[in-house]
Nanobody, 121 residues
Framework: QVQLVESGGGLVQPGGSLRLSCAAS????????MSWYRQAPGKERGLVAS?????????YIADSVKGRFTISGDNVKSTVYLQMNSLTPEDTAVYYC?????????????WGQGTQVTVSS
């Protein structure tokens, strides 16, 4: 059974940093495309960052967070991270981990439960 468990969210002041973690189980991390999405109140969920093959062979970072956020993965710990620096109130949202896996020639998508990030003074 696939599970994605996010952690690391919380309240942080503008200019601060947080590191989100997504602990994955039920599949092999290195074979999946792992992504972070976020959804602010009243807005659609949008892609923040993704990583293919957690050796970092392919990484996408949304323009809105480029230069401030980085995504990485640890195959041994089966965990993906989102390091967020220089946070602004506009980064306030629920952050979701998403896994796209391939099994028996079919793609499957899985969401975590989300973790709240609030940037406020």
């Amino acid at each position: 059974q696939v599970q994605l468990v996010e952690s690391g969210g919380g309240l942080v002041q503008p200019g601060g940093s947080l590191r989100l973690s997504c602990a994955a189980s039920g599949f092999t991390l290195s074979t999946a495309v792992m992504s972070w999405y976020r959804q602010a109140p009243g807005k659609e969920r949008g892609l923040v960052a993704s990583i293919t093959n957690t050796d970092g062979s392919s990484i996408y970072i949304a323009d809105s967070v480029k230069g401030r956020f980085t995504i990485s993965g640890d195959n041994v710990k089966s965990t993906v991270y989102l390091q967020m620096n220089s946070l602004t109130p506009e980064d306030t949202a629920v952050y979701y981990c998403y896994a796209r896996t391939l099994k028996s020639g079919l793609y499957f998508g899985y969401w975590g439960q989300g973790t709240q990030v609030t940037v406020s003074s």
